[in-house]
């Protein structure tokens, strides 16, 4: 999320120009953004008994926990470890992980009256299959907390003071307070308020981003000429396989893939999509391919033809796929959908294989932050202590959530990361300004 959030009780806080010592211009704890991290890192600063005030320029508080799994927000996942992530180095991440896991989440949310289900693919939802659940909890977590959130309340600046405390600006006024969470969010879904400017306040207190700032878990675009355009609407288990170069697989993920009119989406897409920027700004890309029967390769479904006693190729593949993918794939390879098997060549029966296990999709591009559901890339971990999520370079500052260079795959990761360092940047924050004030 952007600088800027809602007031827990839903109105708006007009502030009126005060001297430094009026409650309403400082707190302990000032938490930029109010995402699922900024949330959380609000919550857990607050139950280390600071006064903390949390502000977004949002107008729609939560939105993107909201939109998240289809509106019923899928909270975390049952299985969750450093492999599930891409960006900074996986034992830095595991580090993280590690200090609030999954069994955590799960007891945080029940605490609250929040029973999560888990469903076949191990992803974690509340069972009333309904995201306003996690929201409202975590407002309730709040106000128990003595959490004030303002809304909106976009922050333009954040600047240190010769005194060493923060002082958090907009068009509003300002807010002084020896600890500030930056939780602002990457770039994806801008329309929730993610618009990339925490990486300037990142910037101007010194941090670095990486080079690298892409949509990630976001659909990809085919051709306009590529045959799967025209099956828009067609979802089916696939695998895609990122290769490199040489030819060597680099990436390959088998979930649900859906045929768009642009081109692809579903899990199988967006997990592979960051992978695939990654090979494309390295150079090191020879191509995607997708295979529609990934229990099978190519020389093993060449010899099931072979042996087939399928009146058809047509036939034969719908034993595999649907007949829409069948018949296109048969187009695709040239063969004649209604000549039978036997009189296939040794050259069409091969091509026909490399259709249906090793079909190239020559991607053209993604559909950008708009429908990505997270950022790839963001602050290096390398410039935050684990432990407390505190930066190495401006002490008092703390970062949670999607504004570091972490990014997991679909399924939940995302959200268990941004839990994970909500939980360490507030509490470690909160802890702090209460030493500050109690020496």
């Not at 939105?63 to 830095?92: F, M, Q, W």
């Amino acid at each position: 999320m952007s600088a800027g959030v809602a007031n827990v009780d839903g109105g708006h806080n007009l502030e009126v120009s005060a001297g430094t010592n009026d409650p309403s211009r400082t707190a302990d704890v000032v938490v930029v953004g109010t995402g699922a991290a900024g949330l959380f890192a609000a919550i857990h600063a607050g139950r280390a008994g600071a006064r903390v005030i949390a502000l977004d320029g949002a107008k729609t508080l939560g939105a993107k926990i909201l939109v998240a799994g289809g509106g019923r927000c899928n909270v975390t996942h049952d299985a969750v470890d450093e492999k599930a992530y891409a960006g900074s180095s996986p034992n830095a991440i595991k580090n993280v992980l590690r200090r609030f896991g999954v069994a955590e989440t799960v007891a945080f949310f029940e605490a609250y009256g929040v029973e999560l289900k888990r469903e076949d693919t191990g992803k974690l939802f509340p069972t009333t299959d309904d995201a306003h659940t996690i929201l409202n909890a975590l407002l309730q977590a709040a106000r128990d907390a003595g959490v004030e959130i303002r809304h909106p309340r976009r922050v333009t600046a954040i600047e240190r003071t010769h005194q060493g405390d923060f002082l958090v600006r907009g068009e509003w006024g300002e807010v002084r307070a020896p600890r500030v969470v930056l939780s602002t969010g990457g770039k994806a879904l801008p329309k929730s308020g993610s618009d990339g400017g925490g990486y300037d306040f990142a910037r101007a207190l010194g941090h670095t981003v990486s080079d690298r700032v892409y949509p990630a878990l976001v659909p990809l675009i085919l051709p306009g000429t590529h045959p799967l355009r025209a099956l828009s609407g067609l979802t089916l288990q696939a695998t895609l396989v990122l290769r490199g170069g040489t030819g060597k697989v680099m990436r390959e993920f088998t979930n649900s893939l859906l045929c768009t009119h642009f081109g692809l989406s579903g899990p199988c897409a967006l997990d592979i999509s960051r992978y695939w920027r990654d090979a494309v700004c390295d150079d090191s890309l020879a191509g995607l391919f997708a295979n529609f029967i990934p229990n099978e390769r190519e020389d093993t479904l060449d010899a099931k033809l072979l042996a087939s006693k399928a009146a058809n190729a047509v036939a034969f593949l719908r034993d595999f796929v649907p007949e829409r993918l069948a018949r296109t794939l048969c187009e695709v390879a040239a063969v004649d959908s209604a000549a039978s098997l036997r009189q296939l060549t040794r050259e069409q029966r091969k091509a026909l294989a490399r259709a249906a296990c090793a079909l190239p999709l020559s991607v053209e591009g993604d559909r950008g932050f708009t429908y990505a559901e997270v950022t790839m890339g963001g602050v290096p971990l390398s410039e935050v202590k684990l432990d407390t999520m505190e930066s190495r370079v401006c002490p008092g500052l703390h970062l949670a959530g999607e504004i570091l260079d972490v990014d997991g795959r679909i399924g939940g990761f995302n959200f268990q990361w941004a839990w994970a360092t909500g939980f360490l940047a507030g509490g470690a924050a909160g802890d702090s300004a209460q030493i500050l004030l109690n020496p």
